[in-house]
């Protein structure tokens, strides 16, 4: 019979005793991450009598109820750190090789719950690939336009909660405000607030609807101001700035080492944005900045979040300046579905359509690799197929699992105070990183 009263386990994940806990674990849950680092840190005269470790989550607010952290203190100053997940493990990328090609954007866009297009657009930009289609500019475009509104609503939600954890009450309320323009579009374009299944293999699922211009426009016309009372109630806030300047600093060789990307790593000076360095869709063709820091500290975390979404509305103008005519989807019967309105009429297409959503369509023998620059860094996918019309394996760089590393880093040497701080700069979503 199993013995309720004993204490869980997580094993390998968990902190030990420093008497248990050899000086090569001990350092790296110091947050030592270069190769070759000299162990002259680890403070090897303080006892376990002296510390004490706790639990930090999974239940607490500031780690959405799924992220689990073990902290051992000396009084208030973390000494180490080690992120425990798995609290929200749902099986995605297994679960994807048993999904059509077809069904997999209902899976992946689940994944980071707050960036839903995102997960879809890499899914389908790697099915694309393999299939060696061509999609129609206009779902090119469409498909950049729909990935920078949710960049936006997903910097607004990371501004909102950001303040909410530091205690800017009146932050987290005009953030979810403020979100609510954009997701009131994408409902009116794709059905659904998240989750959307809107970016498929060979386009997307529907066109633009009627007066998308106008609605988009006043979204941009709208938000500038907004973040100009973010700045002024935060940014140059003297409570804000002893709250975040200085805070969990990382310097870009570290950041490398980790393989942190998306705005941990452009805190630290470096311009690296996979829509500049590696364009895909049509980036190339729009002018924006890489908005980048200076010290790598939770304040500039923050900075490059906010200024991010002015480059996003400004990429967003331009693609409404230059979004062309024609198809939304590329017209392929072997990957794209009958019109609805064809089925009433057409025995062919009313078995066309049974076929392609019943056993889906076969994707080409091969492996590909595919990142774009989600809100949190690089989202990679990377897809085996064996001629079927399932994927044989399927995998997620999912931004959020990797940045997570840089916590033993950033919260070595810092208050408990500032723990939660740190945890919302790195702005994990546990839907990804668990996957």
Known sequence: MTDLTKETDEGAQEIRAR???SDTVRALEEGAVLRGVSHEDVDVEITDAETMIINMGPQHPSTHGVLRLMLELDGETVLRCKPIVGYLHTGMEKQGEDLTYLQGPTNVTRMDYASPLNNELVFALAV???LEV???ERATW???LMSELQRIASHLLFLATNGLDLGAISMAIYGFRDRESVLAFLEKTTGLRMNHNYIRPGGVAADLPDGWREDVLKVCDYLPSRLDEYDELLTGQPIWRERTQGIGVITTEQALALSTTGPILRSTGLAWDLRRTMPYLRYDQVEFDVVVGSYGDVFDRYAIRLNEVRESIGIIRQIVDRMPVGD???QDKKVTPPPRARIDESMEALIHHFKIFTEGFKVPEGEVY????????ELGCYIVSDGSARPYRMHIRAPSFVNLQTLPHLMRGGFVADAVAIISS???IMGEVDR
């Not at 595919?370 to 860094?377: F, K, L, N, T």
Request: hydrophobic letters at 35%.
């Open 142 to 144: 469409i498909r950049m």
């Open 134 to 136: 061509e999609i129609p």
């Open 128 to 130: 694309e690939q393999l």
């Open 426 to 428: 790195v702005d994990p």
């Open 19 to 21: 008497s248990e806990t």
């Open 370 to 377: 595919v990142a774009i620059e989600s809100p949190r860094g």
């Open 328 to 330: 939304y989807r590329v």
